[in-house]
């Protein structure tokens, strides 16, 4: 049973749930990201980015996950009525609970409060953490970092900080964001699908003393898997239309005693002729 409450800390937005666990037992729960309603859709109406949402919903829902965490870019366009409209429709059919996070096309692709605040008047909340089965999941808004945006990062920091060290006794340690801090190499170079170069040490070492396992991203539209320095860094597939990378899907992690595996699952009805990229 969940308890959860919208708190503001430092002028940002975040839900933070109390969950009742007892014996750890094994559950399975659902990433996905870029559901990204109108990127790349041709279709009348976003016809086609809907059939693939709710095609998606339907999926998750037959698995009947514990929960469902969503990365960002949830629609392409945040100013278009249409496309949120379309979004809304389809992910309040999620079976519950389900906890989304604010991708950079939620925030027009720029970073200032007006605009996050913007988004938590939309959403609700911009970041998250609770505890599952024993587990801590955490989701932060990656926005802030990737503009560098000084004083609001700080403040999630801080806030990043205090989660991990309450969740210290935690089985498993998941962090979720929309852009990966890095893809395949904490060195390689920086660009529109990774952090900055200065905050990338930043984040693994706060990640490693804490014992964080795993950091589910997307925005990449392409999958990336790598372990570094005992962190599982993984980047997912887009829900709906991708930029030509492969078939669009969701990630499923089952958690038992002696780890967790992670099993991609393809969107249902997926048809490349009616993506334009």
Partial sequence: MFRFHILAISAIAALTLVSC???FTPFTFVHCTDTQIGFGDRSEGFVHSDSLLNAAVDAINALKPK???????????VSDPLQNDLFQKGITRLQDPYYLLPGNHDYSNKWTREIRDNYVALRGYDRFSFVQNGCAFIGIDSNCIKAAAGEAEAEQFTWLEGELRKARKARYTF?????PIFKKDIGEPEDYENFPMESRRKYIDLLK???VDAVLAGHTHKDYDTVFEGIRLVAANPVCNGIGHGQPGFNTVSVNKDGFEIEFHPTPGFDPAKCRL
């Fill in 67 to 77: 929960f469902t965490v969503v990365t960002g870019d949830l629609v392409d366009n």
């Fill in 21 to 23: 666990s007892g014996k």
């Fill in 209 to 211: 003393e804490y014992g």
């Fill in 175 to 179: 962090l979720f964001l929309h852009c």
